[in-house]
């Protein structure tokens, strides 16, 4: 099974200043097709979670654009360039590349 | 848009089984999988399965392998979930995703207890 880990699993930031979540795999995501599916959630306090990212950059329709992914193979990066009072929740990176796995989620909230 | 709305929460006793339903509305059911992912409290959200919406076909997680079964009724447009022989650590929020992209349902608390 792939495992996925986070860093850091709490993440306290001022409104305004950028923040950056590290997901890594314990296999490389590639898939045979040369895709990578590593996604990103966002699950707001009381709100069903909703995918941000998926296959590693590409934003969901409706995704501010202060929110980016990167990364490659097995370490991949969750980017909010400027955090706002909404980006607040935890966010799971997941694999779709060998089964489904979740990430253990960061907290992400205001100092 | 795109609306899944899942039954209501449950309260059921170790051993029992338990059935979810996830409606769908504003798309063609038939064309996207639906995926089920549960939370236990203070836990990382947990992919279930999913199943083909179109043919039927499942896909279940090991960890629920033989305790799951998903299926849906296309006249309907709405999926359910069967979660059989529960027990306390069963206790989670489950969640119905439509190709577990943006649109997710809004979650059914099931609750095991004795």
């Known amino acids: 099974d792939v495992v996925m880990t986070q860093s850091p699993l709490s993440l306290p930031v001022t409104l305004g200043q950028p923040a950056s979540i590290s997901c890594r795999s314990s296999?490389?995501?590639?898939?045979?097709?040369?895709?990578?599916?590593l996604n990103w959630f966002q699950h707001r306090p009381g709100q069903s979670p909703r995918r941000l990212i998926y296959?590693?950059?590409y934003r969901e329709s409706g995704v501010p654009d202060r929110f980016s992914g990167s990364g490659s193979g097995t370490d991949f990066t969750l980017k909010i360039s400027r955090v706002e009072a909404e980006d607040v929740g935890v966010y799971y990176c997941?694999?779709?590349?060998?089964?489904?796995?979740f990430g253990p989620g960061t907290k992400v909230d205001i100092k | 848009q795109v609306q899944l709305v899942q039954s209501g929460a449950e309260v059921k006793k170790p051993g029992a089984s338990v059935k979810l339903s996830c409606k769908a509305s504003?798309?063609?059911?038939?064309?996207?999988?639906i995926h089920w992912v549960r939370q236990a409290p203070g836990q990382r959200l947990e992919w279930m399965g999913w199943?083909?919406?179109?043919?039927?076909?499942?896909k279940y997680s090991q960890e629920f392998q033989g305790r799951v079964t998903f299926t849906r009724d296309t006249s309907a447009s709405t999926a359910y979930m069967e979660l059989s022989s529960l027990r306390s650590e069963d206790t989670a929020v489950y969640y119905c995703?439509?190709?577990?992209?943006?649109?997710w349902g809004q979650g059914t608390l099931v609750t095991v207890s004795s």
């Open positions: 199943i083909n919406a179109g043919n039927g076909n499942t």
């Open positions: 296959k590693v950059s």
């Open positions: 504003g798309y063609t059911f038939t064309s996207y999988p």
């Open positions: 296999q490389s995501l590639v898939y045979s097709d040369g895709n990578t599916y």
């Open positions: 995703a439509r190709d577990l992209s943006v649109d």
């Open positions: 997941m694999q779709g590349t060998r089964g489904v796995t």
